[in-house]
């Protein structure tokens, strides 16, 4: 079992819409969780970053975890073509890039 | 620009021949990774280097060397490259004050081994 699981899609919205993006883990230990965003041919870039549970809310973006179901989300509103990329989940036990487990993305289109 | 730059941006290479990604990083950043991504697989460490003049193996460390001579380089060396090395690899840097790992990227070097 991957340590942590993502829908690849691909997921096609069109503009307006409120995106969910989904990611499951299998460590109780997890305990910092991100969200890079990965444009097509560009490295990816951190988006939002979580300690622990709870929600966190950055503009149009919104980050859950949700510790006990083990399962993390990231959710877009009023959805933009410029969102289009692919969306990465990461999560860790320890402090330290070295201990990063990443899922393997989800790549988003939103439809003008 | 401050961040990670990589080089060459894309490579073609045959079998067997020897090949270095380079990355340099202007942040001062203690940390730096080397990581490669794969359609369906994701990222995946090769190896890291929490400060310089050290380095560890991450997930996938075979086929791979890296050093650490100062804070701003971290080149990857492919002694003898095989197919199974095309991907892109992506070279990254952190502060690594701790706090869970928050990552720099660079804009990635493609690699096709025929």
């Known amino acids: 079992q991957k340590e942590v699981e993502q829908d690849p899609g691909p997921l096609s919205v069109p503009e307006g819409a409120i995106v969910s993006l989904n990611c499951t883990y299998s460590?109780?230990?997890?305990?910092?969780f991100m969200w890079y965003r990965q444009y097509s041919r560009k490295g990816p870039e951190l988006l939002m970053y979580?300690?622990?549970?709870g929600n966190k809310e950055d503009g149009r973006f919104t980050a859950q975890v949700d510790k006990s179901s083990k399962y993390i989300s990231l959710f877009i509103r009023d959805s933009q073509p410029s969102d289009s990329a692919t969306y990465l989940c990461?999560?860790?036990?320890?402090?330290?890039?070295?201990?990063?487990?990443f899922g393997t993305g989800t790549r988003l289109t939103v439809i003008p | 620009i401050a961040g990670i730059t990589q080089a060459p941006t894309s490579q073609i290479l045959a079998a067997g021949r020897r090949m270095t990604l380079r990355c340099t990083q202007d942040?001062?950043?203690?940390?730096m990774y080397w990581y490669r991504q794969d359609l369906g697989l994701g990222l995946r460490l090769i190896h890291y280097?929490?400060?310089?003049?050290?380095?560890g193996k991450g997930e996938v460390p075979d086929g791979y060397s890296v050093s650490r001579a100062n804070t701003d380089d971290f080149p990857l060396t492919l002694a003898s490259a095989v197919p199974s090395q095309t991907s892109v690899y992506f070279c990254?840097?952190?502060?690594?004050?701790?706090?869970?790992?928050?990552?720099?990227f660079g804009e990635g070097s493609r690699l096709t081994v025929l």
């Open positions: 280097s929490n400060t310089a003049g050290t380095t």
């Open positions: 979580t300690y622990s549970s």
């Open positions: 990461a999560m860790s036990a320890k402090s330290g890039a070295n201990n990063l487990f």
């Open positions: 460590n109780s230990a997890f305990q910092y």
């Open positions: 990254a840097s952190s502060d690594y004050a701790g706090g869970g790992g928050e990552l720099f």
């Open positions: 942040m001062r950043h203690n940390a």
